[in-house]
Every structure is written in structure tokens, then in C-alpha cells.
T-cell receptor, first 115, second 110 residues
Framework: NAGVTQTPKFQVLKTGQSMTLQCAQD?????MYWYRQDPGMGLRLIYYSASEGTTDKGEVPNGYNVSRLNKREFSLRLESAAPSQTSVYFC??????????????FGNGTRLTVT | AQRVTQPEKLLSVFKGAPVELKCNYSYSGSPELFWYVQYSRQRLQLLLR??SRESIKGFTADLNKGETSFHLKKPFAQEEDSAMYYCALVAGGSNYKLTFGKGTLLTVNP
């Protein structure tokens, strides 16, 4: 039982390049999330998927797109990377909304640097 | 809009001393509040939630609606408590937007 798995762990991009961050969970969770973590800023929600087939914007969605490929997988795409997107990206999942005794389970993170 | 404020970026205490990590929130309704913790080289994980009124690893947190606070307390800090602590809030009901504070890095010195 791996929980939430993110790939890659590290990535360096040049400005303007594109990439997709992958996330998969094996806990049969319905909901999945993408957060970014910046020094002094805490974690900020980029996008979330309440259930398979749905996605919604979080606090900082600009410059990102997401795909809920199936119940297990939720990917985050940067179409044209910018230095401001240098961050640590965390994927998380939960069985139900966070307030329903349903904690978020986090992956190990992807450290992305855009030069 | 909901907001979570953790006024201390860094907090350093000695082993055996009491510790209090402060958290204040801004939300007009009845929120659900949580503390998440990230130990070195481990994943971010839930520590406790206010609605459970539980004590986890000796930590407790009481929701004070009058002061809009949810401070995390432990009477006797241990070295293994050293970690980054995040206070988080979600609006009640079927809401998925969990908002985190900026975090407090707790260091417990021997």
C-alpha cells in the first residue's frame, strides 16, 4: 500500500517548457488535490477534484491545468513554465471532503525549478 | 474569504518546556479546523482535528470561537516534536478547499 505516489521527485525546466506532474493513489479515495508549497507562503491549493470526472480551481490555478484521468490518477500540467512556478508541489487525496472526518493524505512532493 | 494566520514562523523551546503554537482564523461561518505536521523527511500528515477533541502525541487544541483561535499546546515538549506545523481550515459541509496557514517550524532543543 503505497498511499499517494508522485513522479518525478525532482525536475528542472527552462522558461517556456512544458511538463506534467503525475500523481496516483491506491486508497480508493474519491477526492484528489494539488498544492504548491513556497517558503513563507505555506501550502496553497492549485486545483482539486472532488470525484472522478470533476475538477475545480483552487486558490492559485493560473498557469496550470489538471486532468483526473481515472479514480486513481490526477495530473498537473504546466503548459509554459515560468520562474514563478518554482516550488514544491504536493498531491493529496481524501475519501470525502476534509471536514467529514476525512484527512488529506499527502505524497512526498515534487521539487520543481524553472530557470 | 477564509484565512489562517500563524504568527510565528519559528519557535524554539527546550525539552520538557511547555509549547504553544498559535493559530488564528478568519471565517464568517462555522469552520472545521485541523493541525497538520511535517516531520523531517516525512510526508505531511494530520495531527488532530478540533471536532474530535482528542489528544494526539500529547498535543491538544481547543477551538475558541470568541477569539477565532485554535492554538496547539503540549505541556512538556519532546525532541521528536521538532517539525513544521500547519494550521488549516475548511468551511463546514461539503467543502474541499482546505486552507493552510504559513506554518511554524518548531525546534525542541535538548
Amino acid at each position: 500500500n503505497a498511499g499517494v505516489t508522485q513522479t518525478p521527485k525532482f525536475q528542472v525546466l527552462k522558461t517556456g517548457q512544458s511538463m506534467t506532474l503525475q500523481c496516483a493513489q491506491d486508497m480508493n479515495h474519491n477526492s484528489m488535490y494539488w498544492y504548491r508549497q513556497d517558503p513563507g507562503m505555506g501550502l496553497r491549493l492549485i486545483y482539486y477534484s472532488a470525484s472522478e470526472g470533476t475538477t475545480d480551481k483552487g486558490e492559485v490555478p493560473n498557469g496550470y491545468n489538471v486532468s483526473r484521468l481515472n479514480k486513481r490518477e490526477f495530473s498537473l500540467r504546466l503548459e509554459s513554465a515560468a520562474p514563478s512556478q518554482t516550488s514544491v508541489y504536493f498531491c493529496a487525496s481524501s475519501y470525502a471532503p476534509p471536514g467529514y472526518n476525512s484527512p488529506l493524505h499527502f505524497g512526498n512532493g515534487t521539487r520543481l525549478t524553472v530557470t | 474569504a477564509q484565512r489562517v494566520t500563524q504568527p510565528e514562523k519559528l519557535l524554539s523551546v527546550f525539552k520538557g518546556a511547555p509549547v504553544e503554537l498559535k493559530c488564528n482564523y478568519s471565517y464568517s461561518g462555522s469552520p472545521e479546523l485541523f493541525w497538520y505536521v511535517q516531520y523531517s523527511r516525512q510526508r505531511l500528515q494530520l495531527l488532530l482535528r478540533h471536532i474530535s477533541r482528542e489528544s494526539i502525541k500529547g498535543f491538544t487544541a481547543d477551538l475558541n470561537k470568541g477569539e477565532t483561535s485554535f492554538h496547539l499546546k503540549k505541556p512538556f515538549a519532546q525532541e521528536e516534536d521538532s517539525a513544521m506545523y500547519y494550521c488549516a481550515l475548511v468551511a463546514g459541509g461539503s467543502n474541499y478547499k482546505l486552507t493552510f496557514g504559513k506554518g511554524t517550524l518548531l525546534t525542541v532543543n535538548p
